[in-house]
């Protein structure tokens, strides 16, 4: 990674100002899932153990320049007070003299946490006012908000144009990881692409086709490339106005040499329903649809998976979230957890599903970012990695 860090800069005493990603899934102001919160420690507490006075900022939801009780950070301030074991000030509001004041009384290791951004209008618009509001809150700003790094906002890259700016150890962890896999993949290298539909794909599998060895496409969009090779496919999804993409994309492919596994047995459904009648087909009958992979497509998208030395996986390959439909992502999982080479999940659904089946300590990564890690695999330069100074 060509990008500053943290480790780049003495921070003793310092007023460092860090975007963290601490939009954690909460129920009855609870927090169902801390991943984000535990995701940032090594950061903050790098940051407390070098003298610095560390306030953070995040989002929570999308309360869309409203304040919502719902959407506080109040919980997460106390959780993260009660991992760091120390006192974490929300402060609130943060555009104000009165924030000043308590940051600047901040000791050194002292961790302040600023009220949800997104509850002024300033931050999802990138208000130059807004974010020279935020920077003066700070002496450096540490972009650790791999998960908000595709959004040009104020808390993400607007800080950035009024303070040095730096990454995080957990933007330094994903971009590395990528970077591994996307310009220097170990061979073969094999994708798994999956998700419901393929125009939510495009860009990352004209961007993959130029780089993989092998290609699994599972999950929804599957069926539109099957139905762009005249294949039945009862009732399931597809996207009519992409078939021609699809051809056109499988034509990429079989130029590049890249080998392209579609399913080639389905398990279906006659209702998308976790009740609904099921049946294990190779093609799919009328009034039917595909709602995972087969047991014969599983075994040869296992096999090749561990046949390969770099391992991509975005998207699931059919309705994991309902236990009919889960056994072809499960089995890609664990076929990934058990690979001997680099496995990188995509964030978003893959992680969840990871996640879900017990399998994310197997991997070598798991994104954080489900936005982010998309572009990045569409080959785009991220706002909030943009924004950083360069290393050296």
Known sequence: MDKATVRDVNVAG??????????????????????????????????????????????LGRPDGERMDSASLKPVAER??????????????????EALAIVD???????????????????????????????????????????????????????????PAVA???????????????????RPFVAIVGGSKV????LVLESLLAKVDSLLIGGGMAYTFLAAQGVPIGKSKVEADKLDLARDLLGKAKVRGVKVHL?????????????????VAAVVPDGWMGLDIGPESTKTFCSVIAGARTVLWNGPLGVFEMKPFSAGTRAIGE???????????????SAAAANQFGLSSRMTH????????LELLEGKVLPGVACLKARG
């Open 14 to 59: 310092l007023r460092v100002l860090v975007r963290a990603d601490l939009n954690v899934p909460m129920k009855n102001g609870v927090i169902t899932d801390e991943t984000r919160i535990t995701e940032s420690l090594p950061t903050v507490r790098y940051l407390m153990a070098q003298g610095a006075r560390v306030i953070l900022m995040s989002h």
């Open 80 to 97: 993260l007070g009660a991992l760091l074991g120390v006192n974490v000030q929300l402060i609130d509001p943060i555009d104000t003299p």
């Open 105 to 163: 009384a901040l000791p050194r290791g002292g961790v302040a946490l600023l009220q949800n951004v997104r509850f002024w209008p300033g931050e999802t618009k990138n208000d130059p006012v807004f974010a020279k509001a935020l920077s003066r809150l700070g002496d450096l700003f540490v972009n650790d908000a791999f998960g908000a790094s595709h959004r040009a906002h104020a808390s993400v890259s607007g800080v950035a144009a009024y303070l």
């Open 168 to 186: 995080g150890f957990l933007v330094e962890k994903e971009l590395a990881a990528f970077d591994k896999v996307l310009k220097a993949p170990d």
């Open 199 to 202: 125009s939510d794909k495009i």
């Open 263 to 279: 399913p080639t047995d389905h398990v279906c459904a006659d209702a998308f329903s976790e009740t609904a009648a099921t049946q």
């Open 335 to 349: 076929a990934c957890a058990a690979s001997t080479g680099t496995t990188i999940i995509g964030g978003g659904d």
């Open 366 to 373: 798991v994104s954080t970012g489900g936005g982010a890690s």
